[in-house]
């Protein structure tokens, strides 16, 4: 049934496509348009190079070694993602850019006139990068902390160093959360809007985006939609293949040890310099210019717009969709992980293609479904969740099944053995083992669905605002100072909403 669901948008599409005009064809073909295809492609194919690099090094500084503030960090460094990438990219151009405050501080300095423009691609690579490598870490901590060390250890015992022991036995076992974090990374940037927008890069998601609200002929849309779909669905097929048939877990139950930190020595403060240049730049810059943007306003007489109404409306939504994709992935990737076979891998593809396509697809499919043949469905909050977890259902599933991959299955077939059926097994064995994973899918669909914009502008019931759609009709219409108030809500509030998991962090960071 959730396959069914998530093949909604993609029949909307085929439809809509094969019923087009022949000129559709050509339109695609121009090379215009394949010029923007192979722009979005590098894009986050950089991007997501971007984040596993820093990713990867991040998650293992903060949970394998003796990093001074390794807790600290490790709750920092994922805090990132509470900032939608709209106010990410307006806060860089405000603080890096040409007449920005670096800018300031470096003329005063060193008589610097002008720094390079940061728009086009190598601002969105900056924005989607330090506002998306979180998904790596997430995901590769959970795997961390679920690994045994005894193979580091056996390793370490026969004279190999820290960094061979690394190489050659901790990252083979990281290789599918990296992937599931990669490929989020690599989803996410071929369906942002409001970054690539703000930095003027044309992507294909802002192609489309712009043809759907712009031209009253939607097919060409639908059929730019479609090549979205075939590039996710190459990614999807990378992915798979990255995995192997290589198995992850132990081969006999027991519970994990606790790991013995790793001794950075000399490494030590460079590696303290590096995790704090990152938070300093994904963090404390953007909320630092949201805060300066609310004191300017509120000294030329802005008024303090906190929308209590928006926020709660954010909170209860975004709780809503994190449950119900958190149950929606669950089956799913106890079925890819427990059941591995071509039919399973095509089931998580189709899983994944939700989160590829832009969230206004998604939403005018919905739309087009309910009008004809659910009119109860129309323009209610119940529509609007569905197309939440239809579009964020792959963040679940990326987390759940890199952490089911660490449980072995002799665990559950022990307790099959002594008569507990399947549906025991799972509640009583499985779900506990793979609670880090349950609890990190949750919070980044809670997150994620926070910030999300289109789905919400197109579905919500009339008169229903959050404090996303605040932010960014503020920030579309030039009042900055007037975004400043709820765009600090939206990250002050995900920030408070991670404190189940980084609590969780901050406890296994000990």
Not at 149 to 173: C, K, N, V
Not at 308 to 325: D, F, G, Q, R, T
Not at 358 to 376: C, D, E, H, K, M
């Amino acid at each position: 049934m959730v396959v069914a669901a998530m093949l909604l948008p993609i029949v909307y599409l085929l439809l809509r496509t094969l019923t087009a005009d022949s000129d559709v064809l050509q339109q695609v073909l121009r090379p215009r348009t394949l010029s923007v295809f192979a722009s979005s492609a590098w894009l986050a194919l950089s991007v997501t190079g971007a984040g596993i690099a820093l990713g990867v090094p991040l998650a293992w500084l903060t949970v394998a070694t003796d990093l001074p503030g390794r807790r600290v960090f490790a709750v920092l460094i994922a805090l990132p993602l509470v900032i939608p990438t709209y106010i990410g990219g307006y806060a860089i151009v405000s603080a890096l850019g040409p007449r920005g405050a670096l800018q300031d501080l470096l003329g005063h300095i060193f008589g610097v006139e002008r720094l390079p423009e940061l728009y086009g691609f190598w601002g969105a690579w900056l924005a989607l990068t330090l506002f998306t490598y979180p998904y790596v870490v997430l995901s590769v901590q959970s795997r961390l902390r679920s690994i045994d060390p005894a193979l580091e250890e056996a390793a370490r015992s026969l004279g190999y160093g820290p960094w061979y022991t690394f190489w050659r036995i901790t990252l083979p076992q990281l290789r599918p959360a990296i992937a599931a974090g990669g490929l989020l990374v690599a989803l996410y940037t071929l369906s942002d809007f409001g970054a690539v927008s703000l930095l003027q890069f044309n992507s294909f998601s802002r192609a489309i985006y712009v043809q759907y609200r712009s031209a009253f002929d939607r097919d060409y849309a639908a059929a730019l939609a479609l090549l979205l779909v075939v590039l996710t669905s190459a990614l999807l097929g990378g992915e798979i293949w990255t995995r192997g048939r290589v198995r992850y877990h132990r081969s006999t139950a027991g519970a994990v040890r606790a790991r013995r930190r790793v001794a950075l020595g000399v490494w030590r403060w460079p590696a303290v310099a590096l995790c704090s240049l990152v938070v300093g730049l994904a963090l404390i810059m953007p909320v630092g210019v949201v805060i300066f943007w609310l004191v300017r306003g509120l000294q030329a007489g802005e008024p303090l717009r906190l929308v209590w109404s928006a926020a709660w409306n954010s909170m209860y939504s975004s709780a809503l969709a994190a449950v119900l994709a958190v149950f929606a992935a669950l089956p799913v990737a106890i079925l890819t992980v427990r059941f591995r076979s071509r039919l399973s891998s095509a089931f998580e593809g189709i899983a994944y293609a939700g989160y590829s396509l832009p969230g206004i697809v998604i939403a005018l499919a919905l739309v087009r479904f309910a009008s004809q043949y659910t009119p109860l469905l129309y323009q209610t909050l119940t529509l609007m969740i569905v197309a939440y977890v239809m579009r964020f259902l792959p963040q679940a599933l990326g987390t759940i099944r890199s952490t089911l991959l660490g449980v072995s299955p002799n665990v559950e077939e022990a307790a099959r053995s002594l008569g507990h059926s399947p549906l025991h097994v799972t509640l009583r064995v499985t779900l506990p083992l793979i609670r880090s994973g349950l609890l990190s899918g949750a919070a980044l669909v809670f997150l994620t669905t926070m910030k999300e914009l289109p789905v919400t502008l197109l579905l919500g019931p009339i008169g229903f605002k959050t404090l996303a759609t605040a932010t960014w009709t503020a920030t579309a219409e030039g009042f900055f100072a007037r975004a400043a108030a709820p765009a600090l809500l939206i990250i002050v509030m995900s920030a408070l909403s991670m404190v189940l998991i980084l609590r969780h962090t901050w406890n296994d960071a000990r």
